[in-house]
């Protein structure tokens, strides 16, 4: 194929990392004399035409950097045919041979779109959550993980000088990958996930009072936002148990901030892989972590996977949590 422009674009929450697939895409492409476009503002900058050329140097200085250059945002608009219609069309009109998106879920749905419409797409998987359900990994999750439990560190420094419970609400939607290794990583003595139907008695106040009785005098429960059951647990279990119990919701700090090591490589690894698949003629691919190896899925395959959590994972976590 004679493939001259990509253009790229990031879209959903943003996530650490992203900077460094938009960074590795764009030096690779212009390497190999390929012209690298940023849309702005996800599906919305097609619409709109909210497109500017890049270049090698466009990039620098972001790898380090947390959220994402081209900015994001969920397009409600880009879900109508007529949305759709103008992007396509405008992708025609600026010669956008192929678009690479960074994002979750929903991006991986509205690039289908795209690439049903003719225009080929190359996904990257990049959301804080780790739910998309063809990849076993996503650009931003371990710094959203490391960002938690950096701020569980502290917040345990507060609850073993009180003797209390402290619970931290962390983020995902819908999904416990967050909650869960944060949980390992702090040494949680329960992690309330939306995956699981928890038992109140059983999975809080058994744990509490069987850690206590074997010497524990402090507790750090993690509940993932998707339960929406924060506060009402926390009232529960002063309530029951008569400890001083403190809520913290992480909220977007888990977000923010410099990408780990491990997002920079995989983004980056990413990256120069969408643009060798582009250059090999490939079409409507999601890069995916699969066997802790990174490759290439077809996108109507990709976005059929349903995604397994990893139960195993989360009873060793809570069988060395005491
Ligand atoms: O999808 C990533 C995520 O951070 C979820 O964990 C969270 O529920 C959601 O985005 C928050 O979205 P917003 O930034 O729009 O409030």
């Known amino acids: 194929m004679n493939f001259k422009t990509v253009a790229i674009l990031t879209s959903g929450g943003d996530a650490p ?8 895409v764009v030096r690779s492409a212009a390497s190999k004399g390929i012209r690298p476009l940023g849309v702005r503002r996800g599906f919305n900058g097609l619409i709109y035409r909210d497109v500017f050329e890049m270049n090698i140097r466009s990039v620098s200085d972001i ?8 900015y994001t945002a969920r397009s409600p608009e880009f879900l109508t045919d007529k949305g759709l219609k103008k992007a396509v069309d405008n992708c025609a009109r600026m010669n956008i041979d192929a678009i690479v998106v960074i994002g979750g879920d929903g991006s991986m749905r509205g690039a289908e779109r795209l690439c049903k419409s003719g225009i080929n797409c190359i996904c990257l998987p990049g959301t804080i959550d780790n739910d998309i359900a063809c990849s076993e990994y996503s650009i931003g999750f371990d710094t959203a993980v490391n960002n938690a439990m950096l701020m569980i560190d502290k917040i345990r420094d507060t609850a073993q000088s009180h003797d209390r419970c402290n619970i931290i609400e962390v983020m995902g939607r819908r999904c416990g990958n967050i909650a869960v290794h944060t949980g390992m990583a702090v040494g949680a003595t329960a992690i309330l996930i939306p995956e699981y139907k928890f038992n109140f008695q059983k999975d809080i106040i058994d744990r509490i009072n069987f850690t206590q009785s074997i010497g524990k005098r402090h507790f750090i429960i993690i509940i993932a936002e998707g339960l929406r059951q924060t506060q009402k647990i926390n009232e529960e279990i002063v309530r029951k148990i008569g400890i001083e119990s403190r809520v913290t919701i992480l909220g977007h700090v888990q977000r923010g901030g410099s990408p780990s090591a491990k997002d920079r490589i995989a983004a980056s690894e990413m990256g120069c892989l969408a643009v060798e698949l582009l250059m090999s003629g490939e079409n409507g691919k999601v890069i995916v972590v699969k066997n802790n190896r990174i490759i290439p899925i077809d996108i109507y395959a990709a976005l059929k996977s349903k995604k397994l959590f990893d139960f195993n994972f989360y009873e060793k976590a809570l069988e060395i949590s005491v």
Request: hydrophobic letters at 50%.
């Open 17 to 24: 990392g992203m900077n460094a697939a938009i960074r590795a």
């Open 63 to 70: 790898i380090e950097r947390g959220g994402t250059i081209l």
